[in-house]
Every structure is written in C-alpha cells, then in structure tokens.
C-alpha cells in the first residue's frame, strides 16, 4: 500500500515555464519533507512544512501544506535547468512523544529543457 | 568526513551469494535508516534504528534482509542468497529525531548500487 502518491509522475517543460507537483495521502501526517535527488547522489532536503495551511518559499520555489496536513504542492516559477532531477515527498507519522519511520513517496522525474 | 558514509559505492554478486552494505551515519545522529531505490523509482523503505529502541523491520522484504547497528553508530545491511530482483541502489540516511513536533531532516549517503548477476 502506498501510503504518498505524487503526480506527476514524469514531468518535461522547456526553461522558463512555471509547474506544480502534488503529493497526496489519506493519511494525517505531523510534517511533510520535500527532497531533490540528483543522479548518482542521496536525496537532499528542501523543506519541511508542519502546519496545516503552511506556505514556505526558497528562492523560486513554493512549498504548502494541506489544511488538513494530508498533502502537499511544490510550485516552481521560472524553471531552470539546473531544477531538473527526482523530486520526492516524505512525512512521518509520530507525535510530540513517539518516534516514527519516514516514508517517502514514488516522485516525480522534472526535466527542464533548455 | 562530516556526511552519511556508504561502502561499497558499488557492488556486482552472483546469484545465491550473501552481500553486506555498511553505513557510517553522522556521529551523534540516533535515528538510522535503510531504504531500496530502483532505478528512477522512489525509496523503499526496509528498516529504522531509534536509539536503544527496538528497529522497525516491517520493510524488510523477506527474512534474506537483515540489518544490524552496533553500538548506536556503524549499521550493516545484509542480503542472502542474493537474487535478480535485489538489485537496486541501497540508500542509508541518519538524522538527529530531535522530538519537537517532527523529524529532523535525514541525511543521505550517496548508496550502493548491487547488481546481481
């Protein structure tokens, strides 16, 4: 069962275009992580969000939280090539006084074309 | 160094022969995880040491898999008996699960790649 579904699952746009990918779940979790993976290399994190509502912004990119803390979105403005790579959502599921395993979802491949 | 550390960057085995990954986390972080990608896939997750706490095994995909973290640092996957469908990159990653109201970002090795032939 996959707890973290992501859409697209592929996305190709030219240098320039704006985009947004999804990450979804029937599940609550306590904070979502956005990660970017680039060949050959271990994830690397983006953000953390961990507010229903919450909206974090670096530099061109636009991260939120659902109301209800059960998905998330990635906007990017004026893609660049240099965005290109997996782009993975991952949350946990624990409270203030347990623990709980990170999971990640299946990602989405972003290509920008110069 | 300062980051997560995995050995062998890459490792090619023949079918039915046992294989250990190691993972040297960031010192001083409790939490440690194992996770599987397949090429352009996303991570699977296999196993999670906290602490002195009892690891979450509920990932490992048959009793082949099994890990071990001596000491609260240095982790060892093994595989045994290696099969065609094991071979994928083996991600390890560390963090400090500071309990506030999340997870401390994980930090990834770069992994090893197992091919087994």
């Known amino acids: 069962t996959q707890l973290l579904e992501q859409s697209p699952q592929f996305l190709s746009i030219q240098e320039g275009e704006n985009l947004t990918v999804y990450c979804n779940s029937s599940?609550?979790?306590?904070?979502l992580q956005w990660y970017r993976q680039e060949p050959g290399e271990g994830p690397v994190l983006l953000v953390t969000?961990?507010?229903?509502?919450e909206v974090k912004k670096l530099k061109r990119l636009t991260f939120q939280f659902g109301d209800a803390r059960k998905d998330s979105s990635l906007h990017i403005t004026a893609a660049q090539p240099g965005d290109t790579g997996l782009y993975l959502c991952?949350?946990?599921?624990?409270?203030?006084?347990?623990?709980?395993?990170?999971?990640f979802g299946p990602g989405t491949s972003l290509s920008v074309i110069p | 160094g300062a980051g997560v550390s995995q050995s062998p960057s890459n490792k090619v085995t023949e079918k039915g022969k046992d294989v250990e990954l190691r993972c040297d986390p960031i010192?001083?972080?409790?939490?440690l995880y194992w996770y599987r990608q397949s090429l352009g896939q996303g991570l699977e997750f296999l196993i999670y040491?906290?602490?002195?706490?009892?690891?979450?095994k509920s990932g490992l995909p048959s009793d082949r898999f099994s890990a071990e973290r001596t000491g609260g640092s240095v982790s060892t996957l093994t595989i045994q008996r290696t099969q065609q469908e094991d071979s994928a990159v083996y991600l390890c990653?560390?963090?400090?699960?500071?309990?506030?109201?999340?997870?401390?970002?994980?930090?990834f090795g770069n992994g090893t790649r197992l091919t087994v032939t």
């Open positions: 990653a560390s963090s400090l699960a500071l309990r506030s109201s999340y997870n401390s970002p994980l930090h």
């Open positions: 599940s609550v979790f306590s904070s």
């Open positions: 969000v961990v507010t229903g509502g």
């Open positions: 991952a949350g946990d599921k624990g409270r203030k006084t347990s623990y709980d395993k990170v999971i």
């Open positions: 010192s001083g972080h409790t939490a």
């Open positions: 040491f906290q602490g002195n706490s009892a690891p979450d």
